[in-house]
């Protein structure tokens, strides 16, 4: 899917939130800076002449996205803070007696200022240089794919676990009381739970991150997608053995029926709209996925987040798997993989 910074505020905030590639951005940008008690800042004066615009064009770029530039950085200095700033770079820049305030970018807002400057030819370059080196990055701390990036979080493994004993609670449920070929209705119910929880099939799922018939569909959720899923199952399993009691074997209609009012219950709103967030934010940040059904619910993916997936809180699932006391643990998920979606 093709990025276009100058465009879509997320994309931009997701690069910015993203502290894992600034570094490597700044170190290939080679700009000219002030470094000031630890910061890099950059005047108007200094980025326009990055970018090679006027500073008239910076100044109109400022004034229609102020918001959005302070909120990464930019900061209008005055008073004794303006002092203190123009003491510390005197003789070597003449700030001018008069000036009783200046406008300064931080890295971030200098690289957020290049990503709305649609007329600079620089900044496109910037900005095509600057999706590489994310994409590198995530591919990097990954090991070159991110269809299990979600098990780069700490929380996968409980969550998955703990899926797993609210699946087989679901599949006994399906199994002794919903009429149907044991495969098919499976199938059925999980695309029913899949559909209510984050508005796709396990088909397109499937489809949008370029699965194989192989790869277990739970296995590529977050932590937070999975326990929603898990709430989802065991309320599933209850309410079909509940009604089975009063109706007996059920169809997966009425199956379909349970799933609807679940997805209602207030109850479960926040937990849902929680997940289908996380799920539309993170695939568009670290899988390059557009998931056009819950295209509402996308924000920014956060600076720890980041950390989490591909930063210093991040975990090497499998180096953690091949730990001798998660043997078992890892023979039950591999037994799980068995498992139809």
Known sequence: MAKDLTTSQIERQNVLNNKVALPRIQESLGIKALEYQGVLYVTKQMAADFYEVDLRTIENCLANNERELQHNGYRLWKGNDLKDFKLHFAPEIDFGSKTTQLG???FRSFLNIGMLLTTSEKAKQVRSKI????????NEKTGGGTKYINRRDREYLPAAIQEENYHKNLTEAVSKYVD???TYKYAQVMDLIYKAVFCEKAKEYRQLLELSEKDNVRRTLYAEV??????FEN???YEISR???EKGVLKVADVAEICKQLAEHPLQTPYIYDA???MASRD???RDVFHGNIAEYLKAVTPEEFDKFIGSKSIDFDEIMALPENKEVLRILKQAENDRD
């Open 104 to 106: 300064l970018f931080d």
């Open 131 to 138: 999706l590489d080196i994310v994409i590198a990055t995530i």
């Open 180 to 182: 149907g070929h044991r």
């Open 226 to 231: 999975l326990r929603v899923v898990s709430s």
């Open 235 to 237: 309320g599933v399993a």
């Open 243 to 245: 009604m089975a009691k």
């Open 276 to 278: 289908r967030q996380k």
């Open 284 to 286: 568009l940040a670290f």
